[in-house]
């Protein structure tokens, strides 16, 4: 995943291979940095955001994924699984819960949260995987949970 800027140039963002059948496209906006650095061959972005749509194997519901460089992800509100992964040598976290929106009255929706530290480049990385409002199947968002292992950072 990367994103272009008319000054800073082309950055990645991070990258990872998705599940086997599941389908990728541009978000709500375009990826905005806001800094980026340089690690060996690479330009990575050191702050910004992007938002992208995935489709899961099998027809089920679009998913909408958020990636954050440079904060931390917020988390569910009601965490029903966790788990930790490894990125480049580094630790991280996931979380599965669900999260309300308290002016939706009871609406919810599942999600999936991830955080990383990567001290070679100095980035905070995080992703949030939601599904559709009152979704109640996890398993798309299990699957995701299982590739995290293979992200690279930097």
């Not at 070679?120 to 996890?138: F, I, K, N, S, Y």
């Amino acid at each position: 995943m990367a994103a272009a800027h008319f000054l800073l140039g082309a950055s990645n963002l991070l990258v990872l291979a998705l599940p086997d059948g599941w389908q990728l496209a541009t978000g709500r906006g375009q990826p905005e940095v806001d800094a980026t650095l340089v690690q060996g061959d690479y330009r990575w972005a050191r702050q910004g955001r992007a938002w992208y749509y995935l489709w899961p194997a099998g027809g089920r519901p679009r998913l909408d994924l958020t990636v954050h460089i440079g904060e931390a992800a917020a988390g569910p509100d009601d965490v029903t699984d966790r788990g930790t992964f490894s990125a480049g040598g580094h630790a991280g976290r996931w979380l599965l819960g669900r999260r309300r929106q308290p002016w939706l009255g009871r609406t919810s929706w599942p999600l999936l949260t991830a955080d990383l530290a990567c001290p070679v480049t100095d980035r905070q990385l995080a992703l949030e995987l939601a599904g559709p409002a009152r979704w109640p199947d996890l398993g798309p968002l299990l699957e995701f949970a299982a590739v995290l292992e293979g992200l690279e950072c930097h």
